[in-house]
C-alpha cells in the first residue's frame, strides 16, 4: 500500500475497519464518536468530500494520518503510514514523509458573540439537568455563532485561553482554543472535573463553594492542567467512573502522589458528577410524591 493510496483511502473507511461505526449523517458529514478518547455524544465528523476529520471537543482535525497519529499518540509520519497499513493488512512501500503540512481544519465556528446567560431554552436545558439558574449565571455564559451559514446559540464555558465549551440540548463542542478552565477562589485544596457540567453540579451539591476548581475540559487537557494543579497542597478528583476517568486518576497519582483524593467514590455506581445529581433530585421527588400519599 503506497502512502498516496494510504492518503486517498476513505476515512470513514478506515474508521469502520477499526469497528467504529457512523453515528449519523448530515450531507458529506459522517459523525462518529472519537476513536481515541471518551466520546458518549458523537463530536467526531468526517468531511467525505475534502476526506478530512475534525473533533470539535479537541478543537483538532486533519487527514488520515493525522488521525492516526492521534490514535497511537506519535508525530511519527511512517509509524502513523505502517499503523495505517496495519489496520489494512498491508506492508508499507518505503516512500519520504510529505514535504507539506497536513491540511488543517477549516474554521467551523464564525460570528461569535458572547453574553450574560439569560436565553430561557437554555435555563431550561439546564434545569432539566438539575443545574439552578443562578449557579449556571454566576459561572457560564450565552454564546452566539454561526455554523455552515447558520446561527445556533449554546451555554458557553470559558476556558484559561479564551475559547469555550458549548453545550445545548441538540450539541455539545468547543469553541478552539482548547484549555482548561480554572476558577479560583484562592483555597489551597483545589477540585478536578472532566467537564463543566459536573462542575456546576458538585457546586449545586455544595461541594468546593470555597475551595478552588479546575475543570479538565476533557482528559485529554491534563498536560495543561500541571501548570495549575502544581501548586495546591490537595488534589480532589472527581473524575468519571470510566476507563478514561480511571486512567486520568491515575496519571495524576503518579504525578502528585498523596496529594490526590479519590472522590468518584462519592457518586458511585453513577457514572459521573450530573448523572449522581439527577439521581439525587430523581429520589426527592419521589420522596414528596409518597408523603402527599
Known amino acids: ?28 458529514e459522517v459523525w462518529f464518536s472519537a476513536p481515541y478518547r471518551s466520546d458518549s455524544t458523537p463530536s467526531f465528523c468526517v468531511n467525505t468530500t475534502k476526506n478530512l476529520w475534525n473533533d470539535f471537543g479537541l478543537g483538532k482535525g486533519g487527514d488520515i494520518f493525522a488521525l492516526a497519529g492521534e490514535i497511537i499518540h506519535t508525530n511519527d509520519f511512517m509509524a502513523q503510514a505502517k499503523y495505517i497499513a496495519d489496520v489494512n493488512n498491508s506492508p508499507v512501500e518505503h516512500s519520504e514523509p510529505p514535504r507539506y503540512e497536513a491540511v488543517p ?44 451559514d447558520k446561527s445556533y446559540f449554546a451555554v458557553g464555558f470559558k476556558n484559561e485561553s479564551g475559547g469555550y465549551e458549548i453545550r445545548n440540548r441538540f450539541f455539545k463542542g468547543s469553541i478552539p482554543p482548547k484549555d482548561v478552565s480554572l476558577v479560583r477562589h484562592g483555597s489551597t485544596t483545589v477540585n478536578v472535573y472532566e467537564g463543566f457540567m459536573d462542575f456546576l453540579s458538585g457546586l449545586t451539591l455544595g461541594y468546593g463553594r470555597t475551595e478552588d476548581n479546575l475543570v479538565l475540559n476533557s482528559v485529554a487537557n491534563k498536560g495543561k492542567a500541571y501548570r495549575h494543579l502544581d501548586g495546591y497542597e490537595t488534589i480532589k478528583c472527581w473524575l468519571d467512573n470510566d476507563k478514561a476517568g480511571c486512567q486520568c486518576l491515575e496519571t495524576l497519582q503518579k504525578r502528585y502522589g498523596d496529594r490526590v483524593k479519590d472522590f468518584s467514590v462519592v457518586f458511585r455506581p453513577c457514572k459521573d458528577v450530573n448523572d449522581y445529581l439527577q439521581e439525587q433530585l430523581k429520589n426527592k421527588r419521589q420522596t414528596k410524591s409518597k408523603l402527599k400519599l
Open 105 to 148: 481544519a477549516e474554521p467551523q465556528f464564525t460570528d461569535v458573540s458572547v453574553q450574560p446567560l439569560c436565553h430561557p431554552a437554555l435555563l431550561g436545558y439546564l434545569c432539566e439537568r438539575g443545574i439552578p439558574a443562578d449557579t449556571a449565571k454566576t459561572n457560564c455564559m450565552e454564546v452566539h455563532y454561526r455554523l455552515k
Open 1 to 28: 500500500m503506497t502512502i498516496d493510496e494510504m492518503r486517498e483511502q476513505p476515512i470513514t473507511d478506515f474508521l469502520h475497519k477499526l469497528g467504529f461505526s457512523a453515528k449519523r449523517r448530515r450531507g458529506s
